[in-house]
């Protein structure tokens, strides 16, 4: 009896379900299984033949090293005496033939990881140290095998990299200013760099900028001797309008002299009521002058 199951049948209990909006910019041409057991040549018919037939002596036994198993967020990448077999295989149950197939197991989930400080030149000429983070997953699990050695870490090289090159091109001021906007840039440029390699980048974000010491003194104090030049510019702008409503009030006295005793009398009740042994009697300068003239 032989458990090894024909490449139709094999295929369709292991299809990979569509995903919506899952990207199809990367085209994976992926051999046959007819075209691979012809790749093989006689010896690959050989070994299979006697794998099964091994398979066939040592049954019920070799079904458990035969049948294997991958979590709703992983897939499995078969290869067949080194040829891809198919697609990548999962979630669930499936089956390999122990003596010719190897596998490797991707996880599909979103991975998490930190750009270290990198030490950058901007456009104006000023040394900052920038560290962000970056979230991306596997979209083709066949390609991240098959067309990149280690993609995880091509990608956080690619990252590293790319976060230098684009910060260089701006200045402070739009660092400071445009984050959102370059982590969006940024983004752009590793998907269409990564997709390539069956990677998503699914989001970038700037963590912080450091500057040198000294920049940071002189931002401290041209930023003080904006405030200070502004709060002088409002207390003149107070004065000015303290001034013309003092020269409004005059010419209304001056108008009516029984304003101007009414006035003394009510400043007199405000001192009164705050020194109460203080007492101000105010001098007409009519009877003043009166004696100055004598």
């Known amino acids: 009896m032989s458990i090894m199951l024909s490449p139709s049948r094999e295929l369709s209990h292991n299809k990979i379900e569509p995903i919506a909006n899952e990207e199809s910019d990367t085209n994976v041409i992926v051999q046959s299984d007819g075209d691979q057991s012809k790749g093989s040549g006689f010896c690959g018919y050989i070994l299979t033949f006697f794998s099964c037939l091994l398979l066939f002596f040592t049954f019920p036994v070799s079904v458990w090293f035969c049948m294997k198993v991958v979590q709703e967020y992983e897939r499995a990448v078969i290869f067949r005496l080194g040829r891809l077999l198919g697609g990548a295989k999962g979630p669930g149950l499936f089956w390999i033939i122990p003596c010719m197939d190897t596998f490797r197991k991707v996880d599909l989930r979103t991975v998490s990881f930190d750009i270290p400080a990198q030490e950058v030149l901007t456009k104006d000429s000023v040394t900052i140290m920038v560290d962000a983070v970056v979230y991306y997953r596997v979209f083709n699990p066949t390609v991240s095998i098959t067309k990149v050695e280690n993609a995880n870490y091509a990608t956080q090289m690619l990252a590293q990299t790319t976060l230098r090159n684009m910060l260089g091109t701006k200045s402070l001021a739009d660092i400071l200013k445009d984050r959102e906007e370059m982590s969006e ?110």
């Open 185 to 294: 840039q940024m983004e752009a440029v590793l998907y269409s760099a990564s997709k390539n390699w069956g990677i998503k980048v699914e989001r970038v974000e700037l963590k912080d900028v450091k500057l040198p010491t000294t920049l940071q003194r002189a931002m401290a104090a041209e930023a003080e001797a904006s405030r200070d030049a502004r709060a002088k510019v409002i207390a003149a702008e107070g004065e000015m309008k303290a001034s013309r409503a003092l020269k409004e009030a005059a010419n209304v006295m001056s108008e009516s002299p029984a304003a101007l005793q009414l006035r003394y009398m009510q400043t007199l009740t405000e001192i009164a009521s705050e020194r109460n042994s203080t007492i101000i009697f105010p001098l007409p300068m009519d009877l003043v002058s009166g004696f100055m003239r004598s």
